[in-house]
């Protein structure tokens, strides 16, 4: 094993990847920050324009990722109709997903939407933990506990 295989860095940054839908990413990102947390979000200005390899160069402690499906795009079958159409998230994100779930397990990743009428989650092939954003709040104590499992500390409980 060479030096640089062995070289270890351990996990104290949490990335967030989301749609198009603010009020979902502000709401998530808020809840973060208030947990004491300065997310990595991949799609600041300075991230969204970097390839990914060079995303996990310049943060290689990310322990945990946030993934917020928002309804972005409608879609329908080739030979459909418009009126046929289901919405669904952003391929970027769901890529991301789909990485993150790959990289760090299913364990130290949350997908968030919110549940509406004709959205469809992007499969159930990547064995993701899915979490509905609900009014009641739910969502921030799954969030909480997930942290907390995955080795962070939040300053607000």
Not at 5 to 27: F, I, L, S
Not at 82 to 99: I, M, N, T, Y
């Amino acid at each position: 094993m060479t030096e640089k295989e062995n070289t270890h860095v351990p996990a104290r940054e949490v990335c967030v990847t989301y749609g198009r839908n603010t009020v979902m990413n502000k709401q998530v990102v808020s809840l973060i920050r208030e947990l004491g947390i300065e997310p990595v979000v991949m799609q600041d200005k300075k991230n969204a324009s970097q390839p990914l390899a060079q995303f996990l160069t310049e943060h290689p402690s990310i322990g945990f990722v946030a993934a917020i499906l928002s309804a972005d795009d409608f879609v329908y079958p080739k030979e459909g109709k418009p009126g046929e159409a289901l919405l669904r998230s952003d391929q970027k994100v769901v890529f991301h997903l789909g990485f993150w779930i790959g990289k760090l397990g299913r364990e130290r990743v949350l997908a968030l939407y919110y549940d509406q009428r004709n959205f469809r989650r992007p499969t159930d092939y990547f064995d993701a933990i899915y979490m509905l954003l609900d009014k009641e709040g739910l969502w921030k104590k799954e969030l909480l506990s997930r942290l907390k499992q995955s080795g962070f500390s939040p300053a607000v409980e």
